[in-house]
């Protein structure tokens, strides 16, 4: 489909536990993000990493914790979770600024449902 | 801040008609604007990149254009088919961070 995969594909959590997704790119990309789509709502960035290194965080909650190990790989961690945490949660890689790239590329995308 | 609108939220038209696709932004210096489209439940799939040097881009039945100077971009498809039923977003950047801000998109439907 896309050179960005997400696992899983769909997610259902309750408030206490601890989950994590995960997404993989295959581009040769060097930057990496994850987005947060709720319901009649414009994507909302949150976070972004170039090159391993977080380049913004957009005031999101600590329940939300991003981990980059490689430029191939980027994991968000779930903790503690509320039900207005629902969402579709989308990764999305792209060249760094200092190559010239634009172009984002997206995952499939994890359904996420706190109960 | 930039602030992105799509309007109109919904468009249906029959089969075989042209379709045109509205975006403003509020910040002229924005730098590129990438149209995306949707399917329910689905991933974005990037449709165009327009870069701030260039005005338009095309790609088979789709065509965009940027005009900076009125905070407008267009998307055009050319004789829609109901494979085009989707949701369609538009998101600018700027130069110097990664940011995109999208719009809420404009979901269409194209009626055999």
């Known amino acids: 489909e896309t050179g960005v995969t997400q696992t899983p594909r769909h997610l259902v959590m309750g408030m206490t536990n601890k989950k994590s997704l995960k997404c993989e790119q295959h581009?040769?990309?060097?930057?990496m993000y994850w987005y947060k789509q709720s319901a009649k709502k414009p994507l909302e960035l949150m976070f972004v990493?170039?090159?391993?290194?977080?380049?913004e965080n957009n005031s999101v909650p600590s329940r939300f914790s991003p981990e980059c190990p490689n430029s191939s790989h980027l994991f968000l961690h779930l903790h503690t979770l509320q039900p207005e945490d629902s969402a579709l949660y989308l990764c999305?890689?792209?060249?760094?600024?200092?190559?010239?790239?634009?172009?984002?590329?997206f995952g499939p995308g994890t359904r996420l449902t706190v109960t | 801040k930039q602030e992105v609108t799509q309007i109109p939220a919904a468009l249906s038209v029959p089969e075989g008609e042209n379709l045109v696709l509205n975006c403003s932004f509020t910040?002229?210096?924005?730098?590129?604007l990438q149209w995306f489209r949707q399917d329910p439940g689905k991933g974005l799939t990037s449709l165009l990149l327009?870069?701030?040097?260039?005005r338009e881009q095309t790609s088979g039945r789709l065509n965009a254009s940027l005009d900076k100077s009125s905070g407008r971009s267009t998307l055009y498809i050319a004789a829609s088919q109901p494979g085009d039923s989707a949701t369609y977003l538009c998101?600018?950047?700027?130069?110097?961070?990664?940011?995109?801000?999208f719009g809420a998109g404009t979901t269409v439907t194209v009626r055999a």
């Open positions: 999305a890689s792209s060249q760094d600024r200092a190559s010239g790239g634009y172009e984002q590329y």
């Open positions: 581009l040769g990309h060097n930057a």
């Open positions: 990493y170039s090159l391993e290194e977080r380049v």
């Open positions: 910040d002229s210096a924005i730098y590129n």
């Open positions: 327009i870069q701030s040097s260039q």
């Open positions: 998101a600018g950047g700027g130069l110097n961070d990664y940011k995109l801000s």
